[in-house]
């Protein structure tokens, strides 16, 4: 499976998550998800909904019999569900609503997997991206979150969502990282003998 970034890119990332982690006691985890679900369901409901309408049709239309009519409904579905099964269509019909949903819950999931949720302190920052869904989210765990505002988290996604939609997941999660990272530094600075809880580098998966 092809990385979604480069050793290059990973190694730059990597760079501004440690410069950030210098000045802040926060401690930065970015996670980059090709897909928050596979969505294998969505090509075998579209072929199903599809074999169910045709036989009305033909009933109508045709004096096919009942045998000629099942193997009809039989190849539709078959010949639907294979078409929509490639992944360039298939995450077009899953609807943006549900995308957001599911892709919000993985991010919740890897808050958790990864740690964020048991710094000492409770200084972690997750941003997180899903690839297929077009989806970013910054989850901060809850000292981090009392003192930084909203507006900075959000400015932090519209850099990831802009740079997803150009193709640059690389810029856009440098761009999240040095965002975060001016307002931590400010808000929840360094403390000696701070120690480095999480890895620095971007996680695929």
Known sequence: MTPLLTPAEHDRVAAAIRAAEAATDAEIVCVLARRASDWRFVPVVHAAAAALLLPWALVFLTAWSVQQILLAQLAVFAAVAALLFAPALRYRLVPRAAARRRAHQAAAEQFLVRGLGRTEGRTGVLIFVAVAERYACVIPDQAVAAVVPAEVW???????????????????????????????????PARPGDRNELPDRVIEY
């Open 154 to 188: 959000r400015r932090a996604i519209e850099c990831l969502t802009d740079a997803l939609r150009a193709g640059r997941p690389a810029d856009g999660l440098e761009g999240a990282v040095r965002i975060c990272a001016d307002a931590l530094e400010r808000r929840s």
